[in-house]
């Protein structure tokens, strides 16, 4: 199997931001099926990966237009359409579907993380970024109705190397937990704590954040100021 494509190691065995040609880490989250938490899931690793003084966008990889509802949301407005392709909240750049960004755009913007907000994985057309991606992080329901599809999901990735992905269970109990291994050969797989709000700060965030992205943080706050005060 060959190695993905912006994948770098350090000598931890772990994506380095130091000595790579790609200076974003590009984070890719994908669901088992519709509803399931990757939009949520998404928005917790953003948010708090912003709260690290980290530069961060986040791409709506999946043409579900929900980030229209976020903004105005956010904007305090009536829903409707915005006429604008992205918005900041917190430290964090929400890009619509509808910038239709390349990935190779996205990286020239110098982010220090890209994450991509996949959606179901059936039919993406951005799939492709989510196995080439540093970190792939498959969101998945553990209950016993909804674990066929990502029995399912798994058996479609056969021909992957999927020794580094991370199946997430919102909510998931150890029972659960053990009952999907022996389902599927997974090796990395996290029972994702209770979030109900993945913009606000929590104790188990930081917790939850280094459990998914084990990454060697750099201590170069200089492209956090230039955006800080508008000046990039």
Known sequence: MGKKKWKYLSY???????????????IAVA????GVGCSHTAIMLAQQLARTRHTVALYEA???RDFERIECVHREVEYRSLDMNQ?????????KCSAHLQ????????????????????GSAYFD??????????????????????I????QQADQDISQWTLCIPLATKHIVKNIQRLVPIEQIYALPSIPDPFAEQENMEEVVRALVPIEHRNAPSNW???WIGKS
């Not at 900041?88 to 890009?95: F, N």
């Not at 990935?103 to 059936?122: A, K």
């Not at 080439?132 to 969101?139: Q, R």
Request: charged residues 20%; proline residues 4%.
């Open 87 to 95: 918005f900041h909240i917190r430290g964090v750049d929400y890009i």
């Open 103 to 122: 990935m190779g755009e996205l990286v020239s913007r110098g982010y220090d993380y890209i994450i991509l907000d996949i959606g179901n994985f059936s």
């Open 225 to 227: 100021l230039r955006r």
């Open 31 to 34: 669901g088992t099926a519709e």
């Open 62 to 64: 999946n043409g579900s």
């Open 152 to 155: 399912a999901f798994y058996d």
């Open 12 to 26: 931890e065995g772990r994506p380095s931001l130091g000595s790579s040609p790609v200076s974003s880490v590009v």
């Open 129 to 150: 970024y989510f196995r080439d991606a540093h970190i792939s992080i498959v969101v998945g329901s553990g209950s016993v109705w909804n674990q066929p599809d990502i």
